[in-house]
């Protein structure tokens, strides 16, 4: 049984690693992150699909079980939508903290453009869409 | 500037991050959707706790006792053979939420609090490292490869941070998860949403980055 505590231990530990490895492979370099989407650099493409290789025979041997999540309609519009942002601005969700944090202060725009986004993802599928994410949306 | 890490160093520095969190907390993370329920934390606390109240599944059992005698009156439980009613109907109203319990909770995601703390140590994170490196520099722009492949006008270039903001916001949100949940996550549980949520927003980034090099 893991205990909230323990579990808020652990996250503490992912996000620090999480925001020191991702600035420190340039992932808030927006022209660093141009060349890798451009294949003119492949050193970050490989850090990213080099990381799931090495995820993918962890999870295997260490035998961690899989939540199943079906594929909904909301998945491939919703990804076009977010590669398209990411290009543009250079933000997954996680980057622009990390740029706010190197010093990039206009990044606070993006963030703020991604709690409108977030925000107007929620009202409108509970309105519009009805895409059902399942119980355990990542 | 080459002062970033050699490809190898940052695959073996996610994997690691991504395979100690699973391994930690049985857990995913994303943080897309920490940002969901950060950004919505009124209705998440409210949530976590009506499901507190619920917390043991002695108090649900009770409380469906107790609706169940409030909807049907004392009498007879209603999982017995009925003389005169329709047993199965009334097995079928009672039984499933008590059965699906379980399954339910063992996927929760974490709480709140905990999603907060991530988002606040990835700045923390992010802050050492450009600290110890060498490359923080407070500045107004986004560095010289944003001003030769977008804009240099500082108004236009809000304009597009704040437009590619809710793009990444909304799209992270409907396709359920970002480089971190479905790229790293998932991908490495070999989950098909995950591989064609990343292959599509990939896909769609490459794309969209090539117009701004050689045609924008």
């Known amino acids: ?138 | 500037m080459t002062t970033y890490w050699p490809w190898w160093a940052g695959a073996v520095g996610l994997a690691l991050v991504t395979v100690y969190h699973a391994l930690a907390t049985d857990r995913s993370f994303g943080v897309s959707s920490a940002w969901d329920r950060v950004v919505h934390w009124r209705r998440e606390r409210r949530l976590e706790r009506m499901d507190e109240e619920f917390a043991d599944d002695r108090a649900l059992a009770e409380a469906l006792a107790a609706a169940t005698a409030e909807h049907f009156g004392p009498g007879p439980s209603p999982v017995r053979q009925h003389p005169y009613g329709q047993p199965g109907t009334l097995r079928v109203d009672v039984e499933p939420p008590a059965g699906d319990r379980p399954a339910a909770t063992s996927g929760r995601p974490a709480p709140l609090f905990t999603q907060a703390a991530l988002l606040i140590s990835v700045f923390v994170g992010g802050l050492i490292a450009a600290v110890t490196s060498g490359r923080f520099e407070l500045r107004l722009d986004m560095g010289p490869g944003f001003r030769s492949l977008v804009t240099a006008d500082p108004v236009w270039m809000t304009v597009l941070l704040f437009a590619g903001g809710v793009l990444v916001g909304f799209g992270t949100r409907l396709a359920g998860g970002c480089s971190s949940g479905h790229g790293l996550n998932g991908c490495g549980r070999l989950r098909p949403v995950s591989i064609l949520a990343t292959a599509v927003f990939f896909g769609t980034a490459v794309a969209v980055s090539f117009l701004l090099w050689k045609v924008i």
């Open chain 1, 1 to 138: 049984m893991r205990t909230r505590g323990a579990i808020l231990l652990a996250t503490v530990v992912t996000g620090l690693a999480l925001g020191f490895t991702v600035a420190n492979i340039g992932f808030g370099d927006y022209a660093e992150l141009n060349r890798m989407f451009t294949f003119q650099d492949l050193r970050m493409f490989l850090s990213f699909a080099g990381a799931v290789v090495i995820i993918v025979c962890a999870f295997a041997v260490l035998r961690v079980r899989r939540t199943p999540e079906r594929i909904h309609g909301g998945v491939v519009p919703g990804a076009v939508l977010f590669g398209t942002g990411w290009a543009i601005s250079g933000g997954c969700p996680a980057i622009p903290i990390v740029q706010v944090a190197g010093g990039y202060l206009p990044a606070l725009v993006t963030i703020a453009g991604i709690v409108v986004g977030v925000r107007l993802c929620r009202w409108a599928n509970a309105r519009y869409f009805h895409v059902d994410r399942g119980s355990c949306a990542l």
